[in-house]
């Protein structure tokens, strides 16, 4: 049977087709392939992430082709057909988007911390790179130095906004009031530094400013405050309450050791009997401190028991104390991000804190200068608290009392319930 011929122009049509009810596409020509992010960490097994590709042509335009992904080793990350990477277990291992016969690697660091079941005081614990370091204490007092460290990695990108200067020897001096503690009392504090540049890190500002987006940054950031919060939680269990001093450095004109009670120049400068009412004791990072003291605020604050006053008789010149009551019109730093969230300002919050800004001639200029101060600080440290709290060495019996909070009266118009 013969079959008639199809026109001319149905015969072009399949042509044009590449062959009638052949209608495959075509996959466009790739160039390269760009993968973002270009590195990343994930932390702990379960942790996840999703990474993005960009198949692109010759004259660099993004192409839509079909984008398949892999692994290097499953055994550290899988990862899905959509891009979503899975941690295994602990290691380094690529990421790679492969488009078009082109295909990109990212590189992929899967970090497992450590499990502590008890911190030895004593003993330092490094997080990642030993970018961070705890070592843990027995005294009611934590100590932090989040702007002194010297490392400078390649792998963390330098912070493009933000202050970004070190503050000049404070790592040191914070390791002095350590040593000067344990020289008075047989007892360590807590401690934890990070050994980072600031311009790596900035752990006294929130995530996003203290990182800026650098994964590793970030992960320093975590183990810095994680270990405070660790810290406290050991000082609550052991003393039912206790200080923490973050330690600092400022290059303001006055010689002077600015103290950080989170209260602003402004409230500093007013009466003492504006000073003692409760809105101030609630706004403060020794909140604590000011609902179960005997005395009005403002002499925790400046008065003769105060730290600035206990300063005061180590010859120490500070503001707020009893011979320099307010900042005035000079530049004055009232604490900064930990001070806020490691102080007393919440509710049921049992550690204090201050942060400690120390001027650098005669404080932390020399080495002589910072063993010279240490001795000092340690001696108002313990005073402070002797003071305040009504004790400060553990004591030989873990049983004993002393171990408890101190029995201190509250005193009425400074009570603060919750609100």
């Known amino acids: 049977m013969l079959f008639p011929r199809a026109p001319a122009a ?4 399949c042509l044009a087709l590449a062959g009638c009810g052949d209608q495959t596409a075509v996959e466009p020509q790739v160039s390269r392939v760009l993968v973002s ?14 990474f993005s590709a960009d198949p692109q042509g010759p004259n660099g335009q993004s192409v839509n082709a079909t984008v398949t992904w892999s692994t290097g080793d499953p055994a550290i990350a899988t990862v899905n057909a959509s891009g979503f990477v899975t941690a295994v277990a602990a290691g380094t291992t690529g990421v790679t988007a492969t488009a078009g016969g082109a295909s990109a690697t990212a590189e992929l660091e899967v970090y497992v911390r450590e499990r502590i079941a008890r911190y030895e005081p004593g003993v330092s614990y490094f997080g990642r790179n030993e970018y961070v370091e705890y070592i843990p204490g027995e005294l009611p007092v934590i100590l932090s130095a989040p702007h002194g460290g010297l490392l400078a990695p390649r792998e963390i990108s330098d912070r493009g906004y933000g202050v970004t200067s070190n503050d000049t020897n404070t790592l040191d001096l ?9 020289d008075l009392t047989g007892y360590a504090p807590h401690m934890i530094l990070s050994h980072l540049r600031r311009v790596k890190l900035d752990p006294n500002r929130e995530i996003g400013e203290a990182a800026q987006d650098d994964p590793y940054a970030e992960l320093a950031w ?3 405050h994680d270990w405070i919060v660790t810290a406290r939680s050991i000082v609550t269990s052991q003393f039912g309450e206790g200080m923490y001093f973050d330690i600092h ?6 010689a002077r050791i600015e103290l950080g009670y989170l209260l602003t120049s402004d409230e500093l400068n007013r009466t003492d009997a504006a000073l003692d009412g409760l809105p101030t004791v609630r706004r403060s990072s020794i909140r604590e401190i000011g609902r179960t003291t005997t005395i009005p605020f403002s002499r925790v604050l400046r008065g003769p028991t105060s730290f600035g006053g206990l300063l005061a008789e180590e010859d120490v010149p500070s503001v707020p104390s009893p011979a320099d009551p307010g900042p005035g019109a000079a530049p004055y730093f009232r604490g900064g991000y930990n ?5 007393s300002v919440g509710d049921g919050e049992v550690i204090s804190g201050i942060q400690l800004e120390h001027h650098y001639a005669g404080i932390r ?8 101060y240490a001795e000092k ?3 108002v440290i313990r005073e402070f608290m002797m003071e305040h709290f009504g004790f400060f060495e553990p004591a030989a019996d873990p049983a004993s009392p002393r171990q408890q909070p101190s029995p201190r009266t509250t005193v009425s118009n400074n009570a603060i319930t919750g609100h």
């Open 174 to 182: 914070t390791l002095r009031v350590r040593q000067a503690l344990i």
């Open 249 to 254: 450095g400022h290059a303001h004109d006055i």
């Open 37 to 50: 992010p270009a590195k990343a960490l994930l932390v702990g097994v379960g942790d996840g992430m999703s």
């Open 377 to 379: 600080a340690a001696r």
């Open 10 to 13: 149905a015969t072009a049509f």
């Open 365 to 372: 200029d020399t080495e002589e200068n910072r063993r010279a």
């Open 222 to 224: 975590n183990e810095f």
């Open 339 to 343: 001070t806020r969230v490691h102080g």
